[in-house]
């Protein structure tokens, strides 16, 4: 729904280019963003880059609502993918609106935004768990027996590779570069869709298991 259903007094509109910054971890609100074309990507950035994605919203969306109803610093970092128009509404008339609501609504919402907000600080979380890591679970939790009495495993990548980065929460590019680490210390072997991991306890070692 567009802010206008809920804000009688006016909130700035702004145009933004694609690449720009729109909120960064533990930022402290003022304002509230209301994202009303485009497509902004959430995650954590290093090094000035988004390298660790937790995913996307395209307008209309509320971006930031979780952390101004809970009064909480934000969570994540958030880029312009594309460029964008959005709506910057103060937070104190964005709080003084929704206080208009029945009680009942209101408390709906405040839950919702209670895990939301948990939501994202695990994901977070896990992102501070080492990249190589999070792939050698990957890898030993979608592997099967190669059929050989040598006690290999063999795994069939059913998904593209940035399907799979999306799910680990990094970028394809780490993916790849992990992958071919991988393999430069003899772990994973073969090309295409179908990887063999030679020495599993090696992979369980670094997967921490």
């Not at 702004?14 to 609100?29: D, K, P, S, T, Y």
């Not at 009942?104 to 768990?129: F, I, K, N, P, T």
Request: include cysteine; proline fraction near 6%.
């Amino acid at each position: 729904m567009q802010p206008s259903t809920y804000f009688s007094l006016p909130a700035e509109t702004e145009v933004i280019a694609a690449g720009e910054v729109l909120r960064r971890r533990n930022e402290v609100l003022t304002s509230v963003l209301h994202l009303e074309t485009g497509r902004v990507l959430r995650g954590v950035l290093d090094d000035g880059f988004l390298r660790h994605q937790l995913g996307a919203v395209e307008g209309p969306f509320w971006l930031d609502a979780a952390s101004a109803l809970l009064g909480l610093p934000f969570p994540v970092d958030m880029v312009a993918d594309t460029r964008i128009q959005v709506r910057r509404v103060p937070i104190q008339e964005f709080r003084n609106s929704l206080a208009q609501m029945p009680p009942g609504a209101r408390g709906l919402l405040l839950d919702m935004a209670q895990g939301y907000r948990q939501q994202s600080e695990l994901a977070v979380s896990r992102l501070a768990q080492d990249a190589e890591s999070r792939c050698a679970q990957w890898l030993l939790k979608h592997a099967e027996p190669d059929h050989s009495d040598s006690g290999a495993l063999q795994v069939t990548l059913h998904l593209r590779k940035r399907l799979i980065a999306a799910q680990l929460g990094i970028a394809p590019e780490t993916f790849s570069r992990v992958l071919r680490h991988l393999r430069e210390l003899g772990l994973v072997h073969g090309t295409g869709n179908v990887l063999n991991l030679p020495h599993p306890r090696a992979l369980q070692s670094m997967a921490g298991c």
